[in-house]
Nanobody, 118 residues
Framework: QVQLEESGGGLVQAGGSLRLSCAASGGTFGLFIMTWYRQAEPGKQHELVA????????TYADSVKGRFTISRDNAKNTVYLQMDSLKPEDTGVFSCNAFDLRSTDQYWGQGTQVTVSS
């Protein structure tokens, strides 16, 4: 069973930075496609923020291009999301998702709250 644990959220002023981490346990991390999602409000749809493939190819939502950077450290079974130039509209619960290419199962972390004040 794969477990994901996010950390690094918090309260920051607009223009500031945060770095989120998502540590995985179980499974073969190198075969996971890792994605960060944001849920702006409870009950709203999760929006894709950034994705990194098992080979390191990255994808970003248009709203975060040039401000956020996703990376992974396979030796540490961890994916990161560096968030710079944060805006109030970035506020939400950020969750990481792992898609296992071998089993096609997917897993979610519990999420970490990011609040950007104006």
């Amino acid at each position: 069973q794969v477990q994901l644990e996010e950390s690094g959220g918090g309260l920051v002023q607009a223009g500031g930075s945060l770095r989120l981490s998502c540590a995985a346990s179980g499974g073969t991390f190198g075969l996971f496609i890792m994605t960060w999602y944001r849920q702006a409000e409870p009950g709203k749809q999760h929006e894709l923020v950034a994705r990194i493939s098992e080979g390191g190819t990255t994808t970003y939502a248009d709203s975060v291009k040039g401000r956020f950077t996703i990376s992974r450290d396979n030796a540490k079974n961890t994916v990161y999301l560096q968030m710079d130039s944060l805006k109030p509209e970035d506020t939400g619960v950020f969750s990481c998702n792992a898609f296992d290419l071998r089993s096609t199962d997917q897993y979610w972390g519990q999420g970490t709250q990011v609040t950007v004040s104006s």
